[in-house]
């Protein structure tokens, strides 16, 4: 505990001179949920963590992975939501909490407020390859009520999504709701952007589209969305949750039928409900 914290201040003393300070936020619907008692030190605690072997040492202005590549902490840019999606460092990445537990309001989230929707690129790239045949020798077979279903095997991504198949197995009704997958591995970009989905990584799965609602569907612009009525059942969001994946549900550009691997978001998400949730 006592290397834990001397390295924490360490890391505060110089994240200050190089403008790493705790993220606050910015007063707008976008930056709701961003102030908390979850500073970014130990949000990137919380990203180290998530993914054993994966990141070698957390330095003042960047992550280093176990390969060896930096990935810088902030690039010093102010962005609004549009540039952080286009350009993400992992403090944008980082910035918003996704809300989990007793801070779920279950209240329709503000403007821009896209918790795991954010993704720095470079950090993707070093943690589940760099270009499609990399990522696809990371993928193994996972089976999901029947199907035999591509998925990482980067940071137990695999394993976390057999273990929600095996809770939901539990509960025949939810089934409808399950199957027919409409995909995890797809090397492809974000629709309408030039962004890869976390589908490229064999990071994501898609649920029955029958249910699904997409702000794209809607007639949705980026910022003006219009709110949708959820189809799918909590069990499921909460099965998903609890085993490490975010849902495209909670996004206020919402993707109902998603869901993504991202266990640093769980984590910082509880420990935002452990210290009272951080304000809206």
Not at 114 to 142: H, M
Not at 151 to 162: H, I, N, P, Y
Not at 192 to 215: C, E, M, P, Q, V
Request: net charge neutral.
């Amino acid at each position: 505990m006592a290397v834990r914290t001397s390295l924490h201040a360490l890391w505060q003393a110089a994240a200050v001179s190089a403008f790493l300070l705790p993220v606050v936020a910015a007063g707008t619907a976008s930056g709701a949920f961003a102030a908390s008692s979850v500073p970014l030190f130990d949000r990137l605690e919380a990203l180290s963590a998530a993914y054993p072997g994966a990141v070698a040492s957390i330095e003042p202005d960047a992550v280093v992975m176990a390969g060896g590549s930096r990935i810088a902490i902030d690039d010093g840019r102010a962005k609004d939501h549009e540039a952080k999606l286009a350009d993400a460092d992992l403090e944008d990445m980082l910035s918003q909490i996704y809300p989990i537990g007793a801070c779920d309001t279950g209240r329709p989230p503000p403007r821009n407020f896209d918790p795991g929707r954010i993704r720095d690129d470079a950090f993707f790239r070093a943690l589940y390859g760099a270009a499609k045949p990399a990522a696809a020798s990371r993928l193994v077979t996972v089976d999901w009520f029947g199907a035999k279903l591509p998925f990482s095997r980067v940071g137990g991504a695999d394993e976390a999504l057999r273990a929600v198949e095996k809770e939901l197995s539990a509960d025949a009704a939810l089934k409808k709701y399950l199957v027919p997958s409409a995909g995890t591995f797809n090397w492809r970009v974000v629709a309408g952007t030039s962004r890869l989905s976390a589908h490229s990584f064999g990071a994501a799965i898609d649920l029955n589209t029958k249910f699904a609602d997409y702000w794209l569907w809607s007639g949705g612009k980026p910022g003006n969305v219009p709110h949708y009525s959820n189809k799918f059942p909590k069990a499921i969001v909460t099965a998903f949750e609890r085993h490490g994946f975010v849902w495209g549900g909670k996004w206020y550009h919402y993707d109902t039928m998603h869901f993504e691997y991202r266990p640093e978001l769980i984590a910082i998400g509880r420990l935002a409900e452990a210290r009272g949730c951080p304000p809206e």
